[in-house]
């Protein structure tokens, strides 16, 4: 169901207004984790004064180490809810167990899938049988073909509404936190009608790859790109490493805009 040979015209996924799979590329930006009010706003602040309308945030985190920092979970995702109504920015957040994912159709605007959780069968089936777009990540170690047949999970149950997005895949190099894996975008493009997006942050590490990377995604044909921002990244719970401060933020936005116009 998900191929290019069932359905030859492209799946647009629309939230609250904004068409992601279409022509113009889209954007998903906000923290790593909700860790307060306070810190969340400051970031959604800034991405509604740049006009941008997709909004992210973990509440539920799946973390590697049981001892780090696990999210707020629903008090997370209540958080989201009210920034979300207050600039009104559409919502991505990860939802990691199956038994959550009706409840969470009262906080948030996109389902997200986690790498580690794209081979969850419950949660994908879960997440088919909902009316709500999902975002679903690629497995770290999961080749494009299990990639899709996760994504045909999802629409095996009735949802259609899916976000593909390349966050890396795990290899022997450790110059960067993951490899981006670039050319599954057109191949995801070529195969699939669904729309492709690119998480820089996740896939990367490198604070100083992420404009290179989102340039070189847009380049290569993705429908939009993800990446983590963070009033002050340095003492952040998660991704302290590699998330952009709001000024940061302002250079890396400007120059991938201006980059696009040219
Ligand atoms: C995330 O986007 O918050 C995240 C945990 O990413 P991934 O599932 O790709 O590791
Ligand atoms: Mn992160």
């Known amino acids: 169901l998900v191929s290019r040979e069932n359905k030859n015209e ?43 309308k997709l909004f992210r945030g973990g509440a539920f985190k799946p973390r590697t180490s049981p001892y780090d920092f696990q999210g707020l979970g629903w008090e997370g995702l209540k958080i989201l809810k009210e920034i979300g109504e207050e600039f009104n920015l559409a919502i991505v957040s990860e939802i990691v167990h199956p038994s959550h994912i009706e409840k969470a159709l009262e906080y948030v605007d996109v389902i997200q899938i986690g790498a580690r959780n794209m081979q969850n069968f419950e949660l994908l089936k879960e997440a088919g049988r909902v009316k709500k777009p999902v975002l679903l990540k690629r497995g770290m170690s999961a080749t494009i073909e299990e990639f899709m047949l996760a994504a045909e999970y999802i629409v095996s149950k009735g949802n259609e509404e899916i976000i593909l997005c390349e966050r890396g895949i795990r290899t022997y ?17 070529k195969e699939t009608h669904l729309p492709v997006i690119v998480d820089v942050t996740h896939s990367t590490g490198r604070r100083d790859l992420l404009l290179p990377a989102s340039k070189a995604a847009l380049a290569i044909g993705a ?19 590699q998330q952009m401060d709001l000024d940061q933020f302002d250079s890396f936005f400007e120059q991938l805009i201006s980059n696009e116009r040219n």
Do not use: W
Not at 22 to 32: K, S
């Open 223 to 241: 429908d939009g790109i993800m990446a983590e921002v963070h009033p002050d990244p340095a003492v952040a719970l998660s991704d302290a490493r």
């Open 173 to 189: 190099e450790r110059a960067t936190r993951n490899t981006l894996d670039i050319t599954s975008v057109p191949i995801l493009k």
């Open 10 to 52: 492209n799946t647009v996924v629309r939230v609250k207004g904004v068409r992601i799979g279409d022509e113009q590329p889209q954007f998903i930006f906000g923290p790593c984790s909700v860790e307060s009010y306070e810190q969340t706003r400051a970031v959604a602040k800034r991405m509604k004064e740049k006009g941008l």
